[in-house]
């Protein structure tokens, strides 16, 4: 339901459309903002600047998450290789910049396809055309979709071959468990028995450290969470003030999630595509989660949506987890 505080005068707010036929970001941006908890869908984030500034998180100290999978990859794709074959056609949820999926199709025997799925357009299509260049001889297919919605797979991947879906980089955590659940049962509808499933999954763990890995000290992850405002003045015709918010990120225990918000620090009115928000000092838009799981809890989501859960791998120091899981 889309409640709204209250609406202005300004003529560029006068849509011609009815107000369902509105934008999604738009749409879901005015719904969100007139919660009383006022939240913003993560999904946002991506423009192109965002996407550079994830690519820059990646690379930050505190962020343990990329180089931990990187070397988990590094240990078991040749494992993953063998138990796939020749010829296997890969699907990549949230593909980003690429940096795994190269050292997946690497790995693999004459790989046929490549599907990457990602919502921002332009790290979308650079990666691809970068990897082309990688691996001429792979049939790529981008797909520029939200994956939260239903998803069209290109014709031409049908064929001989194991599919192998990989969903990299915690971006699972980002769903609720229920809908992580939903999630993978999505996903093994289009998969036949024995196709895989290869994800990664952030481990819960002390949450000192957790708040180190979204709170960096050079300010990337905050710059991150802002430039969510920076984007809806841009494409939304909003007025928020980028100085008086500040970004907030703090482990929930009773969730086991990371929330992220954005701190209003004054009472405040902001427009967006000519409605306006009252925000008070201290009030919050919670921009994401990112759940924590358990490798009990990511071998029970897998069994209840249709999969065999083969293997997971696990580094040193328990912080994430990757996860085979096949189609039965
Ligand atoms: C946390 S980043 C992970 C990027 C990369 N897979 C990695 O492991 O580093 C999430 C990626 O998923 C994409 N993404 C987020 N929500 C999405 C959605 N609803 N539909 C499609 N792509 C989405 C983002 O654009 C981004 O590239």
């Not at 050292?103 to 919502?119: F, G, H, K, M, N």
């Amino acid at each position: 339901m889309i409640v709204i505080n209250s609406k202005t005068q300004n003529p560029k707010a006068q849509h011609s459309l009815p107000f369902e036929q509105y934008p999604a970001f738009l749409m879901d941006v005015l719904d969100g903002l007139g919660k009383s908890q006022k939240e913003i869908p993560c999904k946002y984030f991506y423009d192109e600047r965002g996407s550079t500034l994830f690519t820059a998180i990646c690379q930050t100290t505190e962020y343990y998450i990329t180089r931990t999978e990187l070397q988990l990859l590094n240990k078991l794709l040749p494992d993953i290789s063998s138990r796939l074959g020749a010829q296997a056609t890969v699907i990549e949820y949230g593909s980003g910049e690429g940096r795994k999926i190269r050292e997946l199709l690497t790995a693999l025997q004459s790989p046929r396809a490549y599907v990457p799925i990602d919502i921002s357009a332009e790290i979308l299509f650079d990666a691809s055309r970068r990897l082309k260049k990688e691996f001429p001889n792979l049939s790529i297919y981008p797909l520029m979709a939200d994956y939260t919605a239903q998803i069209t797979l290109p014709e031409e991947i049908s064929g001989s071959g194991r599919r192998l879906v990989f969903f990299p980089g915690s971006t699972i955590s980002n769903f609720t468990p229920a809908e992580a659940g939903q999630f993978l049962r999505n996903i093994r509808q289009f998969l036949d028995p024995g196709d895989g499933f290869l994800i990664g999954v952030d481990l819960l763990k002390s949450p000192n450290r957790l708040h180190q890995a979204y709170n960096d000290y050079d300010g990337v992850t905050a710059e991150f969470n802002l430039n969510l405002l920076r984007r809806i003045n841009r494409e939304l015709d909003g007025n928020f003030k980028l100085h008086q918010f500040e970004h907030y990120a703090f482990f929930n225990p009773r969730y086991s999630r990371i929330e992220m918000h954005l701190v209003s620090l004054i009472d405040q009115v902001v427009k967006v595509g000519g409605y306006q928000f009252s925000f008070r000092t201290g009030e919050t838009i919670h921009t994401e989660n990112s759940y924590k799981y358990s490798v009990d809890r990511v071998i029970h989501i897998g069994r209840d949506s249709g999969f065999r859960h083969e293997q997971v791998w696990i580094d040193e120091e328990k912080l994430f987890s990757v996860h085979f899981l096949t189609a039965v």
